[in-house]
């Protein structure tokens, strides 16, 4: 039977409404817009540049940056150099061992301790190079990698600095990127040349290679990581992002073809849902099962060069920059506003 022309007219208006509703849904996606509080200089961060984030047990923030340390309570920046007795130069990296000491590695090798006091510079004389890591193994003792010098064990961190003791290794590297204690007390290190990772072998002494199914011979190791099902995670220079699944005893790649912002990978970690945070050169990837998405400077974010990222105790993500200072992303949440010195009233009837 015909359609009448008002029945035509009716199907034609509907089929408009569908594509223009299609196509300003799309657009919605596509201009989806996150928020992000940033801190730089202008409200009291040391630098733009933050190499290292790590909160502590009272929940305050230790931010690493070419200008020493920041402290950071939430609210106010309170900043600390060699006059407040740290070792000279950036700090690079920063750690907290099981005595909730906190650990500072800097630029050319400098290390500083904080024992919830007072800093003091721990001079060491065969450390010269950037400070990479530091990871305390199962008897409390405490490895300090570098760029340059190497793997150095102090062999008593908690002891006054002027009774340590410290024990270099060799058959390892002096080019170290980065180091990883695992839930069964293994001591994993990043090394120069492709895919390079090295175990440490609590019987030997020595250094042996770390073989995972799948895993690149090529692209340099930049990070490591394990989350909470023990699977093992290393990002890479270029070559993306690898999960060792330990169930499988196999890698899964990730790169930009499967949604990550980037290939160069600087920073992993997993939140308190269990979804994989990814900081690149290239903004944020988040993974989450199998889906990912990306934040960076087109949908919020304040730069797409992230050197670290972290998950805090509320669950926020705290994100170290290459040049904007801290980002805290607290996720996809509403905004209330609904203080009556900013509305004449709070019965809102109309927005444009």
């Known amino acids: ?152 064990l102090i062999l008593n961190p908690h002891d006054a600095i002027g009774k340590l003791k410290y024990k270099k290794f060799k058959g390892l590297s002096d080019l170290v990127f980065g180091s990883l204690r695992t839930h069964d007390n293994k001591i994993y290190f990043i090394i120069d040349g492709g895919g390079r990772v090295k175990v440490f072998n609590d019987q030997t002494k020595n250094f042996d290679n770390a073989s995972f199914d799948g895993f690149t011979n090529y692209f340099q190791v930049t990070s490591m990581y394990e989350d909470k099902d023990y699977n093992l995670w290393f990002g890479t220079y270029h070559g993306g992002l690898y999960k060792y699944i330990k169930n499988e005893k196999k890698c899964k790649v990730y790169d930009i073809r499967d949604g990550l912002s980037s290939n160069w990978i600087t920073s992993i970690v997993q939140d308190g849902n269990s979804n994989i945070w990814v900081g690149t050169m290239g903004g944020i990837t988040k993974i989450d099962g199998e889906k990912l998405r990306i934040f960076n400077s087109k949908n919020g974010l304040s730069t797409d060069n992230i050197y670290c990222v972290i998950s805090d105790a509320e669950g926020n993500l705290l994100i170290g920059t290459a040049s904007q200072g801290l980002s805290i992303f607290k996720g996809e949440s509403f905004i209330s506003y609904a203080d009556p010195k900013m509305f004449p009233s709070l019965h809102i009837w109309s927005i444009l």
């Open 1 to 152: 039977m015909m359609l009448n022309w008002v029945e035509r007219k009716i199907r034609l208006q509907g089929r408009i409404v569908f594509l223009l509703l299609i196509v300003g849904l799309s657009q919605a996606v596509k201009s989806q817009t996150y928020f992000f509080d940033n801190y730089s200089v202008d409200k009291g961060l040391a630098n733009t540049k933050v190499y290292a984030i790590l909160q502590d047990k009272n929940h305050q923030v230790w931010l690493g940056t070419p200008g020493g340390v920041s402290l950071f309570d939430g609210n106010n920046f309170e900043n600390f150099t060699t006059e407040s007795g740290l070792a000279e130069n950036g700090v690079r990296t920063i750690y907290k061992d099981s005595k909730d000491m906190i650990w500072f590695g800097h630029t050319g090798g400098g290390i500083s301790r904080f024992d919830g006091k007072k800093f003091e510079w721990v001079k060491n004389d065969s450390i010269k190079k950037d400070i990479s890591s530091f990871c305390e193994n199962k008897d409390g003792q405490l490895w300090v990698t570098s760029v340059g010098s190497g793997a150095t």
